[in-house]
């Protein structure tokens, strides 16, 4: 049995797809499934480059920033992202990678550690559902608050 997604009050997210990457739809549906969950979304455009992501998280005061790559090319696209938060003064927003990295036949937990290496706080493959990216959000921006310890579940 799914969980249902719990209801987060005035959390922002900014959700986009990164680079080169046109598959719009590949934030824009879990992006109303969030919202419904009460998620303020901020949807950028497609061909959104890593800038972008940091820019509208400042001027939106964000809480968290969702990448999506369906095309295959978000590793690169992805490398150095968490620098470029830490320069715009905002290194501990909660980020999270969804979609499929340059290699889709490696193991997916080399993917994600990659990813956490790169400073992502997760990282799901491409077809992850709304509810398990909001029950992740819910749990970390808990954690974050001290309310239960990071991974749960």
């Known amino acids: 049995m799914k969980r ?25 549906i879990p992006g109303h499934a969030l919202e419904a969950a009460g998620y303020n979304v901020v949807p950028l455009s497609a061909f959104s ?18 990448v999506y790559s369906l095309h295959g090319h978000g590793e690169p696209e992805c490398r150095g992202f968490r620098e470029i938060c830490v320069e715009a003064g905002i290194g501990e927003i909660l980020a999270y990678f969804i979609g499929i990295p340059d290699d889709c036949t490696d193991d997916w937990r080399a993917v994600e550690e990659r990813f956490l290496t790169m400073g992502f706080d997760r990282a799901f493959p491409s077809g992850t559902g709304a509810n398990d990216i909001a029950s992740a959000l819910e749990c970390d921006f808990l954690a974050r608050a001290g309310g239960i310890p990071r991974g749960h579940p």
């Open 4 to 28: 249902a997604m719990h209801t987060i009050v005035s959390k922002t997210l900014i959700a986009a797809e990164i680079g080169s990457d046109r598959h719009t739809a590949g934030a824009r």
């Open 49 to 66: 480059p890593p800038a972008d992501f940091v820019n509208a998280a400042v001027e939106t005061n964000a809480d968290g920033i969702l």
